[in-house]
């Protein structure tokens, strides 16, 4: 009988830190609701004092997830916790997670407070905790540079004052993976009461270990993992959540332990997060890369069609690539369109958004006439973005591009509900449209990012475009998906522009 590996996503909260991933409450809850069906145990749904934002995020998410724990973030302070408590309480099954650095650095420099003061903040936090329900979560931020004899004393303090789970960060990424393995084994070893708690660690990538340094701490014995959709998260990231889960699930052989996920489920969540926070995924990403399948060498090619384990070690459609199956035409129906949706696990809360999302379809396969479930994904995530993001809305859009000539652009756009209208000229018909769009909103932007993906193969291919914009310091990515690239970008840069021009709803949270 194997252990149970529990699967602790963050996406919500240190995947949110990345910048310009920030969510809205009901993306928070789309996402949720995703992680739930793929079989996350814990999902931590962002941190309640933050933001009124945040704080509504996580009481919603809590409110909707019925199957996988839900969990806040606090520090170690009093007003966190019981914020965190408030925003839980409608959780069928809820979690405080609480921390304090215990490194010398951080002590020193961040919280000027002698290792006795963060051993008492530390235990008075659980105990606080403990106030709001029994599942209390303790980490000692920056674990990986801390002292093993300090982190050993708070460890024991903290289980003895009610922390069920002790989570070991290596909050900047620093260690290797033999070297965390064995902090993990010689915790076990040294603290007293271990036995009493769960052992769960949270490592970041900035040497790019955090997938290798996680599943060293499993064989090690630890039996949460935290991390993310993507690997999203503070600088760069966390431990990938689809990395971690198909390692220990292929590698049966050495792992003492397995997760719940459903990986079918992983393709389909993967690009829901990207969709939603536009953080393309690179093509040659484990797992969830567009190349992350596909055989180029001829020698590959031969060898996968004589017998697939020649190289390949996991199947496409196990972690939910559908292999561009060809899904719907033209001639499909809404109720086909629905019931297709839902074997991708996509829900319509209203009619009214099936009916939105049916339209654009329909529209869709007038110009395209194979539709694959990517197709599908990107069409649900512009639909949604349209429906929440309602302050500019792109109307109309024609460009010109000639060689040896200057493009022009002519933009009709929504402007809170009033049509406003200008012309430009660019390098291309992307520069073009975007000065338009700029000179209806008069707004001062600075464009950080653009980039273009196709979603299929072929030239009728969608592409999916990436916008990242900066304006006082925040940052919000947009994305916009269309058949023409243009108007794909166009879409993108509207998208960005309802984020950062209209943040009341985003949280923004920085721990
Ligand atoms: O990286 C980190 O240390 C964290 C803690 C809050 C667990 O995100
Ligand atoms: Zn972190």
């Given at each position: 009988?194997?252990?149970?590996?529990?699967?602790?996503?963050?996406t919500?909260?240190?995947g949110?830190?990345?910048?310009?991933?920030?969510?809205?409450?009901?993306?928070?809850v789309?996402?949720?609701?995703?992680?739930?069906?793929m079989?996350?145990?814990?999902?931590?749904?962002?941190?309640?004092v933050?933001?009124?934002?945040?704080?509504?995020?996580?009481?919603?998410?809590?409110?909707?997830?019925r199957?996988s724990?839900?969990?806040?973030?606090?520090?170690?302070?009093?007003a966190?916790?019981d914020?965190?408590?408030?925003?839980?309480?409608?959780?069928?099954?809820?979690r405080?997670h609480?921390?304090?650095?215990?490194?010398?650095?951080?002590?020193?420099?961040?919280l000027?407070?002698?290792?006795?003061?963060?051993?008492?903040?530390?235990?008075?936090?659980?105990?606080?905790?403990?106030?709001?329900?029994?599942?209390?979560?303790?980490?000692?931020e920056?674990?990986?540079r801390?002292?093993?004899?300090?982190?050993?004393?708070?460890?024991?303090a903290v289980?003895?004052?009610?922390?069920?789970?002790?989570?070991?960060?290596?909050?900047?990424?620093?260690n290797?993976?033999?070297?965390?393995g064995?902090?993990?084994?010689?915790?076990?070893?040294?603290?007293?009461n271990?036995?009493?708690?769960?052992?769960?660690?949270?490592?970041?990538?900035?040497?790019?270990?955090?997938?290798?340094?996680?599943?060293?701490?499993?064989?090690?014995?630890?039996?949460?993992?935290?991390?993310?959709?993507?690997?999203l998260?503070?600088?760069?990231?966390?431990?990938?959540?689809?990395?971690?889960?198909?390692?220990?699930?292929?590698?049966?052989?050495?792992?003492?332990?397995?997760?719940?996920?459903?990986?079918?489920?992983?393709?389909?969540?993967?690009?829901?997060?990207?969709?939603?926070?536009?953080?393309?995924?690179?093509?040659n990403?484990?797992?969830v890369?567009?190349?992350?399948?596909?055989?180029?060498?001829?020698?590959?090619?031969?060898?996968?069609?004589?017998?697939?384990?020649?190289?390949?070690?996991?199947?496409?459609?196990?972690?939910?690539?559908?292999?561009?199956?060809?899904?719907l035409?033209?001639?499909?129906?809404?109720?086909?369109?629905?019931?297709?949706l839902?074997?991708?696990?996509?829900?319509?809360?209203?009619?009214?958004?099936?009916?939105?999302?049916?339209?654009?379809?329909?529209?869709?396969?007038?110009?395209?006439?194979?539709?694959?479930?990517?197709?599908?994904?990107?069409?649900i995530?512009?639909?949604?973005?349209?429906?929440?993001?309602?302050?500019?809305?792109?109307?109309?859009?024609?460009?010109?591009?000639?060689?040896?000539?200057?493009?022009?652009?002519?933009?009709?756009?929504?402007?809170?509900?009033i049509?406003?209208?200008?012309?430009?000229?660019?390098?291309?018909?992307?520069?073009?449209?975007?000065?338009?769009?700029?000179?209806i909103?008069?707004?001062?932007?600075?464009?950080?990012?653009?980039?273009v993906?196709?979603?299929?193969?072929?030239?009728?291919?969608?592409?999916?475009?990436?916008?990242?914009?900066?304006?006082?310091?925040?940052?919000?990515?947009?994305?916009?998906?269309?058949?023409?690239?243009?108007?794909?970008?166009?879409?993108?840069?509207?998208?960005?522009?309802?984020?950062?021009?209209?943040?009341?709803?985003?949280?923004y949270?920085?721990?």
């Open positions: 009988m194997k252990d149970k590996l529990i699967i602790f996503d963050t919500l909260r240190d949110e830190q990345s910048p310009g991933a920030s969510m809205t409450r009901d993306e928070k789309r996402i949720a609701k995703a992680l739930e069906r079989g996350v145990d814990v999902i931590e749904a962002g941190f309640p933050a933001s009124q934002g945040d704080f509504d995020a996580v009481q919603a998410v809590a409110k909707t997830v199957e724990t839900v969990c806040g973030l606090a520090r170690a302070l009093k966190d916790i914020r965190a408590g408030e925003a839980l309480a409608k959780a069928s099954s809820a405080i609480t921390f304090i650095a215990t490194s010398p650095i951080h002590m020193r420099a961040k000027r407070m002698t290792p006795d003061q963060v051993l008492e903040y530390a235990v008075k936090a659980v105990q606080r905790a403990r106030k709001y329900t029994d599942d209390i979560e303790f980490s000692p920056d674990a990986g801390s002292e093993v004899e300090f982190l050993c004393q708070v460890l024991e289980i003895a004052a009610g922390a069920s789970t002790v989570n070991i960060p290596d909050t900047v990424g620093y290797l993976p033999d070297q965390f064995q902090l993990i084994r010689t915790l076990l070893e040294r603290v007293p271990s036995d009493k708690a769960i052992f769960s660690v949270h490592c970041h990538n900035d040497l790019g270990l955090a997938v290798a340094n996680s599943l060293a701490a499993v064989i090690n014995g630890a039996r949460q993992i935290e991390c993310t959709i993507n690997g998260g503070e600088r760069a990231g966390n431990a990938a959540l689809e990395e971690i889960v198909m390692a220990v699930r292929t590698r049966q052989d050495l792992f003492l332990c397995d997760t719940n996920i459903d990986t079918t489920q992983i393709v389909p969540t993967s690009r829901l997060v990207s969709g939603i926070t536009g953080f393309p995924v690179q093509p990403k484990a797992i890369g567009v190349n992350a399948f596909a055989h180029e060498s001829g020698i590959h090619q031969d060898g996968v069609l004589k017998e697939r384990q020649t190289y390949e070690i996991m199947r496409a459609e196990d972690v939910g690539w559908h292999a561009n199956r060809m899904i035409g033209k001639h499909s129906g809404r109720n086909a369109f629905r019931t297709h839902q074997g991708l696990g996509i829900e319509f809360e209203t009619e009214e958004e099936l009916n939105v999302t049916f339209q654009r379809f329909k529209e869709l396969a007038d110009k395209k006439h194979e539709i694959y479930d990517e197709d599908l994904q990107a069409l995530t512009d639909a949604n973005l349209m429906i929440e993001n309602e302050r500019f809305k792109l109307l109309w859009l024609k460009t010109t591009s000639e060689t040896g000539e200057i493009s022009t652009a002519s933009v009709v756009l929504s402007v809170d509900g049509e406003r209208q200008a012309a430009a000229t660019g390098s291309g018909p992307v520069d073009a449209a975007y000065k338009a769009i700029d000179f909103l008069q707004e001062d932007t600075e464009l950080l990012l653009y980039s993906n196709n979603i299929t193969s072929g030239t009728d291919s969608q592409g999916e475009v990436t916008v990242r914009l900066k304006k006082e310091g925040r940052i919000a990515n947009g994305q916009g998906a269309d058949t023409d690239i243009v108007i794909a970008s166009a879409k993108a840069y509207v998208n960005a522009c309802n984020k950062i021009l209209n943040p009341i709803e985003r949280a949270p920085q721990v």
